[in-house]
């Protein structure tokens, strides 16, 4: 069965200081997605990234960067000099293309607040 | 207009009462979802709908009943529940489940709660 775990449940930062979320995922398929979402305060999640299992290419778009190492099942997000605005919850989330369930397994989120 | 609007953004309800969700997304997608977002829980999937058809309900109580009348508009009526059941409820949506861009559209969300 696939699941997503995000040990971190909350963290604290002080605005400019770069924070990293961590996730980490298990499958059995050799095929799936990816996912991390924002939750702000107004409730409605909010996509930020999607990567496929073939694609172990870092990205980074603008402050945020995520590190997709599939020898560790792990895909993690990276704010850099974070800001106020950034306090949110963020999923990660996993969705498979091999079984039949076509529909997102989320992580139990992490909150992080940036302090001014 | 936010692309997925849900009301009532609040709803508090006895376990007795009867009430209903309202999701409508303007997006021109196919597939609608229901999750539960309960206190310090990964999100929960509820239902899912693809061309107005039910493709999953993830061992969801009968007290919670989807509807479907269309690929725009979702609901979820609520009859006789309990207070485990208090949670943030969200719609999504998305293209179709037959492709791979399984990118979700959220609403906002209704905040229940059972008392």
């Known amino acids: 069965a696939q699941k997503v775990t995000q040990a971190q449940t909350e963290i604290s930062v002080v605005e400019k200081e770069d924070v990293t979320l961590d996730c980490v995922y298990e499958?059995?398929?050799?095929?799936?997605?990816l996912f991390w979402y924002k939750q702000p305060p107004s409730g409605e999640l909010v996509f930020l990234i999607r990567?496929?299992?073939?694609?172990?290419q870092n990205e980074i778009s603008g402050r945020y960067s995520w590190n997709f190492q599939k020898s560790t099942s792990s895909f993690n997000f990276t704010i850099t000099a974070s800001q106020v605005v950034d306090s949110a919850v963020y999923f990660c989330?996993?969705?498979?293309?091999?079984?039949?369930?076509?529909?997102?397994?989320f992580g139990s989120g992490t909150r992080l607040q940036v302090q001014p | 207009e936010t692309g997925v609007t849900q009301t009532p953004r609040h709803l508090v309800m006895g376990m007795t009462n009867k009430k209903s969700l309202k999701c409508e997304q303007h997006?021109?997608?196919?597939?609608m979802y229901w999750y539960k977002q309960s206190a310090k829980k990964p999100l929960e999937l509820m239902f899912v709908?693809?061309?107005?058809?039910?493709?999953e309900n993830n061992s969801v109580p009968s007290r919670f009943s989807p509807e479907c009348p269309n690929s725009s508009h979702l609901f979820l009526h609520l009859h006789t529940l309990q207070p485990e059941d208090s949670a943030l409820y969200l719609c999504?949506?998305?293209?179709?489940?037959?492709?791979?861009?399984?990118?979700?559209?959220f609403g906002s969300g209704t905040q229940l709660s059972v008392l």
């Open positions: 709908y693809n061309f107005k058809e039910q493709t």
């Open positions: 989330a996993l969705f498979l293309m091999d079984t039949g369930r076509r529909a997102l397994t």
């Open positions: 999504a949506s998305s293209q179709d489940l037959r492709t791979t861009n399984e990118k979700l559209f």
């Open positions: 499958t059995r398929d050799t095929t799936y997605y």
């Open positions: 997006l021109g997608h196919n597939a």
């Open positions: 990567r496929n299992s073939f694609d172990e």
